[in-house]
């Protein structure tokens, strides 16, 4: 058997895993494993400036592939800068293994220099975790963190190691596990016959039916398998924000986003369903709005791999726990073949009656003369990447308009915190997008407030010329916050807006990248034309919007699905 | 309601920990916790009495199961089980007419003396958390009571029903 060091085995199992970027920062307890990586080229390291970044960028890099990604850092404080970034994946069930150093064995507990116990600090956002004890059992722990975190409802999974275990003078015998099984660990695939015929029959039966697709048909990589369905059954498709992408944005069966800021005809079809066929969404509370007054129609089929989802929020009928891309097939074998033509003429009525409420074209908005509309920006946007960009955002106002103005063809395209509400993860999201897709055009939808909470990446982003687009929509006030203020808080804008705005163009100068400001309507074409002529260069586009514009539809609080508000001044 | 939750998991570091922290995060109640080693050592058993109804406690099963050291889970309460729990009261005996009263109760209760001193009995009480609470209840009565230590409910169900790996 092969003898190495502990740190030779984390690099020699990641390399084996087919590991190829880790994130991270090192320090005193992962000095080892830092050493290992120094003399390979199997394991790229990218050298982040913030711990937290690097999580999102793992995070990103995982969103943008299906591939779980991979973190780094040492004990104490860099473990902790990881934990929003750990609690963000963990919200939207993305794949990710952390790697964080810890004290040598013999001084866990005693409070030593940078010590915290990172297993009871991630505990409540960590889909599992391992401190490892022995260097022998090193690559089992890793080889195990991976399975679990892209298996199942995938998930973040932190593997703790000791100093002393990875120490580079002491060896042990390599042994790389071939099979990772664990009998407390199965989770469920496939539907169960008996669900599958039932949900085939409500389907089939349905008169108003709706599909609701989130980001468990990402997840599963079910995207076809939901379009055949939506075809076949000529079915209407909403997507969640997690979702988008899973069915095509541009198809024309889809009517875009639903929920808290989803579109008119989405909350309509929703709440005017006799049923819903919902494909890895999980009922959140900003999909619902009111749960008592959720949907009162519909006969409810969840399908969903994790069964703590479902009827967790909102009581389903035909509950089947399986992947989506399994539950899908047997759907599909089940239903047999079906006559579409009869299945469109039986759901006419129901089309026509969308049409209507698509017929009040809620996305509509007035342009302004002196102003740029946050709207026109990502409709620019779109315009200019012929809409095939990875798209990360940021949280906030910019992030809502870019779901709803930029809509996405393919999964994987649209890469946001979605349960988290993470502010600081377009940046480094769009970095680990980028080093994933080295040749694809990767744009962050971020604001004033979002982008300079992760702002340092910057300087990452030169070290290894990654050519990010910066979409930063500047309204000198924190929007969506502001914009709450405005609508259930008189106005009174506390601590919404920013007095002491840095000059972005320099700031991104600064750190050798290009910067490029526009302030008037008439600039932001030609501006966004130079930006992504770019194509070797960060470019960071400070925008300066309309500060008063607000995000529309929303939903009235405490209403049902459909209650909602179309502008300023007209409701549903 | 009452529910005794029963959990076979690994009996690994931190196992523990995460069930618990199902409870605190998801705002579950615990009203008693027993776990300990099975007959087999890589195996712990946990029961865990809660209140709550039908739909959060379909959440805590189900949350309880998601964790990746637990293989089984199942809620005794839903269908005919056994249930006890293990009691130690120590109680104050300064007189023989409290003597007698306390060798009284601790035959009808079919408890057993299992600690005499000068000044008192330590006694050792099995059965349902309601014969525990009403013997403590009587001895409270006749005499004072000092301390006393409850294990929390365990279980097992009825029949051939069984949580194995």
Known sequence: MEMMSGAAMVVRTLKDLGVKHVFGYPGGAVLDIYDALYAQEDVEHVLVRHEQGAAHMADGYARSTGITGTVLVTSGPGATNTLTGIATAYMDSIPMVILSGQVPSMHIGEDAFQETDMVGCSRPVVKHSFLVKRAVDIPEAIAKAYYIANTGRPGPVVVDLPKDIVNVLEEHPYQFPEDVTMRSYNPTLKGHSKQIKKASKVLLEAKRPILYVGGGAIAAQASELVTEIAEKLNLPVTSTLMGLGAFSGVHEQSLGMLGMHGTLESNKAMHNADCILALGARFDDRVTNNVEKFCPHATIIHVDIDPASISKTVAVHVPVVGSVDQVAKQLLAQMGDIDTAKQKEKLADWWEQIEQWRGRSCLDFKKDDKLIKPQEVIQSVYKHTNGDAYVSSDVGQHQMFAALYYPFAKPRRWINSGGLGTMGFGLPAAMGVQMAHRDATSVVITGDGSIQMNIQELSTCLQYKLPIKIISLNNRALGMVRQWQDMNYKSRYSSSYMDSMPDFVKLAEAYGHIGIRVEHPDELDAAMERCFAEKDRLVFMDIAIDQNEHVYPMQIKFGAMDDMRLSKTERT | ?165
């Open chain 2, 1 to 165: 309601m009452k529910r005794i939750i029963s959990v076979l998991m690994e009996n690994a570091p931190g196992a523990l920990s995460r069930i618990v922290g199902v409870f605190s995060q998801r705002g579950y109640n615990v009203d008693s916790l027993c776990v300990a080693a099975t007959d087999d050592k890589s195996l712990s058993r946990l029961t865990i009495t809660t209140q709550a109804d039908d739909k959060v406690i379909e959440q805590i099963t189900k949350q309880v199961n998601k964790l990746i050291d637990v293989l089984k889970v199942t809620d005794l309460t839903n269908g005919s089980h056994v249930e006890r729990e293990l009691m130690l009261i120590k109680v104050a005996t300064r007189s023989e007419l409290v003597r007698a009263e306390v060798n009284r109760n601790v035959d009808i209760f079919r408890a057993q003396i299992i600690d005499v001193d000068l000044n008192n009995y330590t006694i050792q009480v099995t059965g349902t958390s309601d014969k525990l609470d009403a013997f403590a209840n009587v001895l409270a009565q006749s005499t004072e009571i000092i301390e006393a230590s409850r294990t929390g409910i365990c279980g097992l169900a009825r029949g051939d029903k069984a949580l194995r790996p």
